[in-house]
């Protein structure tokens, strides 16, 4: 059976590789294989990094302000083409059509606005010193990688290219084997953009390809997106020519709900970190930490509305908003959390079970599950399960809860539902995440830095400062005085 054939993007075009090896994207709501992707060979990678510092030469001799109308070009043709990018990731991800088609195509555009709109605004600074006076300029690093992971794949890749190129770097990127392909659609709309070739260049392959990227004494910085243990190995290498990292990694992030919260919006923030994108968010609030006196009535709202609002099905259907998990092997993996929460002794409020919709029968999906009468300790409340999959925890005064939120290894992100203003801040101020909420969950607008503590992160992405992690400073010292010496 003969299919579709996704080549590497290197040098401005999609680019034959010369090993001929291949591998297969399957649509996780329909088991089937889509389309064939060619791996980045050691021909394509060559070309990869030539293609990119010649386009680094030529890009980052352009007037901030040139990139700049030619990245908002590029944001233009992503909005234009807004459904045609939301069904790839669709087909890709498994994720509902209904977010697709409102958040995935819509954000990864929005960060390259912004950092469009902030490339003519970077600045050196300039200060006398005794009479001379020294001057700094921001120079790009180079080429830099990005390597991403499959539940956004194109804002992903915006993400990480947005800043980058905004301050005048090429980018090699990587994006997941599960999801390759909005990666070469974004790459098609920098060329028509009139970026210029080899600025954005898209290889692809599994983790031996993102391995040659963090180990290239060429490439100057790696950004990455993935799991906190493929984070480390991905450091590792970068140490082998001590390049500059980024990393996003994964969460065990909570949600406190106080008594003073309103609950219909607790439950609501509970279900959107849970439930969107079939749980898939690196940010969900798989701890959820309801205060004893609303216990029963923030319970018995979940439950009722988990029971009647999900609707899971074939991705595409504008009404399901429950998408399928990535993979099969994915799936088993999330059902074994499962089973781990019951051996250890939580209760599955419900779902705890795989679905099998008539719409997309052969779907990975997994039902949205509850589970109570959680302890800390169980595997379920401890692991990152990237699924569908809550914890319900009680608990009964300020300083315990903090504690407990804080008692883990991870710090991606975490929520405060409560009503007392003074009360929100000060343990949100106490809690050890990046990314925090108080009374919303999961908003991440492209003005906004986000990151992880601990174990969840290193450097941020968007917001003014994600630009200058893709700056260097060079000082310049003039002397306007006779220089005098010893010798
Ligand atoms: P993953 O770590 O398995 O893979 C991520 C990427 O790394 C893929 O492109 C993969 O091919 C590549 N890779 C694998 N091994 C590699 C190696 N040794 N060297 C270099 N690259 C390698 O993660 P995933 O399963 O694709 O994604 C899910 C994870 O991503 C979750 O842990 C989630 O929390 C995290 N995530 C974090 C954020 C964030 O912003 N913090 C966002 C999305 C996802």
């Known amino acids: 059976m003969s299919y579709p054939r996704l080549q590497n993007f290197i040098d401005g075009a999609p680019m034959a590789n010369a090993s001929g090896d291949v591998f297969d994207v399957i649509n996780p709501a329909t088991d089937e294989v889509i389309y064939q992707v060619e791996v980045a060979d050691e021909h394509i990678q060559q070309a990869a990094i030539?293609?990119?510092?010649?386009?680094?030469?030529?890009?980052?001799?352009?007037?901030?302000?040139?990139?700049?109308?030619?990245?908002?070009?590029?944001?233009a043709l992503l909005r234009e083409r807004n459904d045609e990018l939301a069904k790839i990731e669709v087909l890709d991800t498994g994720k509902p059509w209904q977010e697709a088609e409102c958040v995935d195509v819509v954000t990864g555009a929005d960060a390259i606005e912004y950092f469009a709109s902030l490339a003519p605004t970077v600045v050196g600074q300039q200060q006398e010193v005794a009479g001379d006076f020294y001057y700094t300029r921001k120079e790009a690093l180079g080429v830099c990688a990005g390597i991403g992971a499959w539940n956004y794949p194109l804002q992903i890749a915006c993400w990480k290219s947005a800043p980058a190129l905004a301050a005048g770097n090429a980018m090699i990127f990587k994006p997941s084997e599960e999801t390759p392909k909005g990666a070469n659609m974004l790459a098609e709309i920098f060329i028509e953009a009139g970026v210029p070739a080899g600025v954005f260049n898209v290889v692809h392959g599994a983790a031996e390809v993102g391995q040659w990227l963090t180990t290239h004494s060429e490439i100057e910085k790696v950004s990455f997106t993935g799991e906190v243990g493929t984070g480390k190995k991905v450091m590792q290498s970068a140490a082998s020519n001590l390049k500059d990292v980024t990393m996003e990694l994964g969460g065990k992030s909570p949600l406190l709900v106080f008594d003073d919260a309103d609950i219909s919006e607790a439950v609501s923030a509970a279900m959107l970190g849970n439930f969107y994108t079939q749980g898939e968010v690196c940010t969900n609030c798989t701890r959820v930490f309801v205060q004893r006196g609303v216990y029963e009535q923030f319970m018995s709202e979940l439950l009722e509305r988990t029971q009647k609002n999900i609707i899971a099905g074939d991705p595409l259907d504008p009404e399901v908003n429950l998408g399928a998990l990535i993979s099969k092997k994915h799936q088993q993996l999330v059902l074994e959390y499962i089973d781990k929460g019951k051996q250890e002794g939580a209760t599955v409020a419900i779902g705890g079970h795989a679905l099998t919709p008539t719409s997309a029968p052969q779907?990975?999906?997994?039902?949205?599950?509850?589970?109570?009468?959680?302890?800390?300790?169980?595997?379920?409340?401890?692991?990152?399960?990237?699924?569908?999959?809550?914890?319900?925890?009680?608990?009964?005064?300020?300083?315990?809860?903090?504690?407990r939120a804080n008692n883990t290894p991870m710090g991606l992100a975490a929520g405060v539902m409560s009503q007392d203003l003074r009360r929100a801040h000060r343990v949100i101020h106490q809690l050890e995440a990046g990314i925090c909420w108080i009374n919303a969950y999961g908003a991440s607008p492209a003005e906004m830095p986000v990151g992880g503590y601990k174990l969840s992160g290193i450097g941020r992405e968007n917001g003014l400062?994600?630009?200058?992690?893709?700056?260097?400073?060079?000082?310049?010292?003039?002397?306007?005085?006779?220089l005098e010496s010893p010798f």
Request: net charge negative.
């Open 363 to 403: 779907g990975y999906f997994v039902a949205p599950t509850v589970f109570t009468d959680c302890d800390d300790n169980m595997t379920i409340c401890r692991e990152e399960i990237f699924g569908p999959v809550m914890s319900v925890l009680v608990f009964d005064d300020e300083q315990e809860v903090i504690e």
């Open 50 to 75: 030539d293609s990119a510092k010649a386009g680094f030469a030529q890009w980052s001799a352009m007037q901030p302000i040139e990139r700049a109308r030619i990245l908002h070009k590029a944001v």
């Open 465 to 482: 400062e994600a630009i200058n992690q893709y700056l260097q400073t060079k000082s310049v010292y003039v002397g306007m005085n006779q």
